[in-house]
């Protein structure tokens, strides 16, 4: 029987309730890693992946935090320490959107924005930067892995998101900078990512086949991605497969950076 390759690990992937993150937590479970499920409001999606990763033979816990808040952050840390001893694999995916024209956009819907997708994710890397050090090398290739989830907008602007860009751009050049200090410790830091996927948040853009032939048109490779798509790249990018992979950014994308507004001389 093969082994697992996360087996005897132990991951924490925020925003896990719904979406990629609940595709990247039962995949990451798939793989033999205990997992606590994080989420901040969704406790029933929360629940139903613990469930499937329990049916794994994985371990898995849900808890509760809203990952822009110190407090929260560190309660979860702590308390997935105590029921799993250690943290080896976080992946950073809580994020999310509240759009508006440039003119209109709140300060408060700035602020809520890059409060979760960029300050959860420097709070969360933080506390398992710290975890790692406090446990120490304890057989595995690394000392611990951080995997932040990105967008094709660290990249790519867009126009009417301007908070959700600015965070995720912000998270790219966290993500490299912290893979530079760290590197040294033996904490490999990386991004995934994402373009078109099926989730919940972006139904209006996919779920008729109209909409879907629209959304094609941004993507060379004609059809947009699943859920599984992202949590088999968390998977290699959590293993020692992808060891000497450090400070990058995984585009899983279809192609949708690579300007197909262009593929006819523009």
Request: glycine share 10%; charged share 20%; net charge negative.
């Amino acid at each position: 029987m093969e082994t697992k390759k996360l087996a005897g690990q132990t991951a924490l992937v925020t925003g896990a309730s719904s979406g990629i993150g609940k595709a990247c937590a039962i995949a990451l479970g798939e793989a033999g890693a205990n997992v606590v499920v994080n989420f901040a409001g969704n406790s029933a999606g929360a629940d139903e992946a613990v469930d499937i990763i329990k049916e794994t033979g994985s371990g898995a816990i849900a808890i509760r935090a809203d990952v822009s808040k110190k407090d929260q952050v560190d309660a979860m840390f702590a308390e997935a320490v105590k029921a799993f001893g250690t943290v080896d694999i976080l992946v950073n995916n809580a994020g999310l959107q509240k759009d508006a024209a440039f003119v209109d956009m709140t300060l408060e819907d700035w602020n809520y924005v890059l409060g979760v997708n960029l300050t959860g994710q420097f709070l969360c890397a933080q506390s398992a930067v710290k975890e790692f050090l406090r446990r120490g090398m304890n057989g595995h290739r690394s000392l611990g892995k951080i995997i932040c989830m990105s967008s094709v907008h660290e990249l790519i602007p867009w126009a009417g998101h301007i908070n959700y860009a600015a965070s995720k751009g912000g998270v790219m050049l966290m993500m490299r900078s912290l893979a530079q200090e760290l590197g040294p410790m033996k904490i490999r830091v990386n991004s995934i990512a994402p373009g078109a996927i099926k989730t919940p948040i972006n139904r209006m853009a996919w779920e008729t086949p109209e909409a879907e032939q629209r959304l094609l048109r941004l993507i060379p490779y004609k059809r947009v991605g699943d859920v599984a798509d992202i949590g088999n790249a968390a998977v290699w990018l959590a293993s020692d497969e992808s060891d000497y992979i450090h400070g990058a950014t995984i585009f899983v994308d279809g192609g949708m950076t690579l300007y197909p507004g262009f593929e006819d001389n523009g």
